[in-house]
């Protein structure tokens, strides 16, 4: 079974301070990789995606994530954030092979202060 | 392309009652999950639909359904709503083809129907 961690539940930071959420997983075979943000009052929106090759990817908004296969991990990474960055963010996976079930870690709500 | 849509997208119902939901996914996908989202439990699979055959289910139960028709719009449905029912239930589309990779397996997630029960 796919199991997918997220190690802070809420972070909190100023603006122009670099952001990481780690995130990890559990899963024996190959699997596809997500980060989504969801904005007050909104909906998912995929920020970055990792099916394979470069494990460093680039999203929107200036997001990037690196998997690390050899750790289960793929953190989620921002040099510098702003208030706009205020949601929630959730990491998930699912299998290569299996692709319409995908588990979701439990969410790290970000607050950025102005 | 238009994307996911849920219908509707709120819902106030009362114990014991039922209720359904529907789900249009983005035109040719062919699978469409449900997820259920609450603050206690966070995003939660419940099942999905491709080419109106469920290929996969969660641990929810039984009172949780689903089916999807041959335009691939699927419907959920949920009998003798419990208080902990009251959540975010959110669809997602994908191309779905087994063992396909990269896009094949993107989920494409639709804004949502939050359902109240009282």
């Known amino acids: 079974a796919q199991s997918v961690s997220q190690h802070n539940h809420h972070v909190i930071l100023s603006e122009a301070a670099s952001l990481e959420l780690g995130c990890n997983y559990s899963y024996g075979g190959t699997v596809n990789l997500f980060w989504y943000v969801q904005y007050p009052g909104q909906h998912l929106q995929l920020l970055l995606k990792?099916?394979?090759?470069?494990?460093l990817v680039k999203g929107i908004k200036g997001f990037e994530a690196e998997f690390i296969k050899s750790k289960f991990s793929f953190n989620l990474r921002k040099p510098s954030v702003q208030w706009s960055d205020t949601a929630e963010y959730f990491c998930a996976v699912n299998a290569a092979t299996n692709a319409g079930k995908s588990t979701f870690g439990d969410g790290t709500t970000l607050t950025v202060k102005p | 392309k238009a994307g996911v849509t849920q219908t509707p997208r709120y819902l106030i119902k009362t114990r014991g009652q039922q209720v359904t939901l529907s789900c249009s996914p983005i035109?040719?996908?062919?699978?469409v999950s449900w997820y259920q989202q609450t603050p206690g439990q966070g995003l939660q699979f419940l099942f999905e639909?491709?080419?109106?055959?469920?290929?996969n289910k969660g641990n929810f139960p039984g009172r949780f359904s689903g089916r999807q028709f041959s335009n691939s719009r699927s419907e959920m449905n949920v009998s003798t709503l419990e208080l902990g029912d009251s959540a975010l239930y959110l669809c997602a589309s994908s191309l779905g083809l087994a063992g396909g990779v990269g896009t094949y397996n993107e989920q494409f997630f639709g804004p949502g129907t939050r359902l109240t029960v009282l």
């Open positions: 639909y491709f080419s109106e055959t469920q290929r």
């Open positions: 990792y099916f394979s090759g470069d494990p």
């Open positions: 035109s040719g996908h062919r699978s």
